[in-house]
């Protein structure tokens, strides 16, 4: 039974989310459903990241265990045939056959997002649903000097979610880097893993250290303070994207 790896795209506005739910639309359950359109199998797909309802995806991935070893571009062309016709936001932009070691979650030694806000009077047209419109200018360079507060391994109780299910708080950030780039300001998060919640928390704090509300040092207060009410607010789900995923190099 030949498994395979899955490199997706998706425009996660219309989707309550990665993973498959009881009563809403979710890009699992479309995925799936496109597969078992495909060739007749039921199946359930593993993936690097369960990302939130409105978040987006440029790079997620995901493994699959078919019976058949069908060809890698026949798996991916068929799907996306089936994601279309259903009209799904979705794309798999590569199929091919990994170890059967290989698991898309776990597997899994390092996960990039980007966040992005358009900081000018006007809203987002083109982009609307896709970036956080924040119309109150913003200091993306004191952002960036805050962010460093977050760097290395900490108790993120702060900026998780009350729902989330991870065992411990602590998490090592890797990467916290702010930029401006005309009226869009990036902010570019990794680490080996997330908590629930996590990167917006994160951002929505910045943005407040960006609107001159908060300090380097009330960030780090908020931080210390390991306390879910000490968060800035939670920036929304619209500007996130999951753009890339790390696996161990393969000799």
Not at 19 to 35: F, G, H, K, L, Y
Not at 84 to 93: D, N
Not at 204 to 223: M, N, P
Request: aromatic letters at 8%; hydrophobic letters at 40%.
């Amino acid at each position: 039974m030949p498994r395979f790896r899955l490199d997706i795209e998706y425009d996660g506005s219309l989707y309550a989310g990665w993973q498959r739910q009881a009563d809403q639309p979710s890009v699992q359950q479309a995925i799936e459903q496109a597969i078992e359109r495909f060739c007749g199998e039921q199946v359930s797909l593993r993936s690097a990241g369960r990302t939130d309802a409105g978040v987006h995806a440029t790079a997620q991935v995901a493994h699959v265990d078919l019976v058949k070893a069908w060809p890698d571009d026949k798996v991916r062309d068929a799907v996306n045939a089936h994601l279309q016709t259903a009209k799904a936001r979705i794309a798999i932009l590569k199929a091919a056959v990994v170890p059967d070691s290989f698991d898309a979650r776990f597997s899994a030694i390092g996960r990039h997002y980007l966040y992005r806000i358009v900081n000018r009077r006007a809203p987002a047209a083109l982009d609307k649903g896709k970036i956080w419109w924040v119309p109150k200018r913003l200091d993306a360079e004191a952002m960036h000097e805050a962010a460093k507060v977050l760097l290395g391994r900490h108790d993120f109780t702060t900026f998780r979610s009350t729902q989330c299910q991870a065992d411990s708080p602590v998490r090592t950030l890797d990467r916290l880097d702010v930029g401006r780039l005309g009226d869009v300001i990036e902010v570019r998060a990794s680490a080996r893993s997330f908590l629930h919640n996590q990167v917006r928390s994160m951002v929505g704090s910045l943005k407040r250290v960006g609107e001159g509300g908060w300090t380097v040092a009330d960030l780090k207060a908020a931080l210390d303070a390991r306390d879910r009410a000490a968060c800035g607010q939670v920036a929304p789900p619209d500007g996130l994207f999951l753009v890339g995923v790390d696996y161990p190099k393969v000799d």
